[in-house]
């Protein structure tokens, strides 16, 4: 079965940076929707980013300004660069692939924010 491989995440400081990767299969790439979804402990998963092969590119309001998705179709990646980052962006982060065919997720990385 196919599946995303994650890359990246792991502890920063409140105000730090962390860059999130996710390697796609290059068939997938060029025909889906790619995104990253978070999950904190206790709450739901929700949409952090999308980049749509179109190139529009959305963000979750919290994070807007601080984080900045990107698609780069010579290594079929999908990155999440995350800066001045906070105690309540700590969730675990999941890679995210749509396409008119099917629907592909990352295993999750753990993102840590201390204060």
């Known amino acids: 079965q196919v599946q995303l491989v994650e890359s990246g995440g792991g502890f920063a400081q409140a105000g730090g940076s962390l860059r999130l990767s996710c390697v796609v299969p290059?068939?997938?790439?060029?025909?889906?929707?790619l995104a990253w979804y978070r999950q904190a402990p206790g709450k739901q998963r929700e949409l952090v980013a999308y980049a749509t092969t179109g190139g529009t590119i959305e963000y979750l309001s919290s994070v807007r300004g601080r984080f900045t998705i990107s698609r780069d179709r010579a290594t079929n990646t999908v990155d999440l660069q995350m800066s001045a980052l906070k105690p309540e962006d700590t969730a675990i982060y999941y890679c995210?692939?749509?396409?008119?065919?099917?629907?592909?997720w990352g295993q999750g990385t753990q993102v840590t924010v201390s204060s």
């Open positions: 290059p068939p997938i790439f060029s025909l889906s929707t």
């Open positions: 995210y692939a749509r396409s008119a065919q099917e629907t592909l």
